[in-house]
């Protein structure tokens, strides 16, 4: 069984930085993603990492968030500079055993998710 929990969410400032832990137990080559969901939206594929380290972010992260694994500690990371009002959003992590052509945002095809944690940008 695959499991995933989230860490290291909190209240920051607009322009302030924060780095997300998930560690994920069950599975050594999955392909892993980070997503949000605000409050009345939709969820957001925010950054994606497949078994090889090819690494594809969503427009609205580009240049201010960072994706990583460290595979030894079956950890996925995303660190997050410059935070912005919009960025405030539970953060979930996600897995899937499958892998595909090119890496992908689509989180509905994703099987496994963690409980989130919750980041609050404050203007």
């Known amino acids: 069984q695959v499991q995933l929990e989230e860490t290291g969410g909190g209240s920051v400032q607009a322009g302030g930085s924060l780095k997300l832990s998930c560690v994920v137990s069950?599975?050594?080559?999955?392909?892993l993603v980070w997503f949000r969901q605000a409050p009345g939206k939709e969820r957001e594929g925010v950054g994606a990492?497949?078994?090889?380290?090819?690494?594809k972010y969503a427009d609205s992260v580009k240049g201010r968030f960072t994706v990583s694994r460290d595979n030894a500690k079956n950890t996925l990371y995303v660190e997050m500079n410059s935070l912005k009002p919009d960025d405030n959003a539970m953060y979930y992590c996600?897995?899937?055993?499958?892998?595909?052509?090119?890496?992908?945002?689509?989180?509905?095809?994703?099987?496994?998710w963690g409980q989130g944690t919750q980041v609050v940008v404050s203007s």
């Open positions: 996600a897995a899937d055993r499958r892998s595909w052509s090119s890496v992908t945002l689509d989180v509905s095809r994703f099987e496994y």
């Open positions: 069950g599975c050594k080559r999955c392909w």
């Open positions: 990492i497949d078994i090889k380290g090819r690494i």
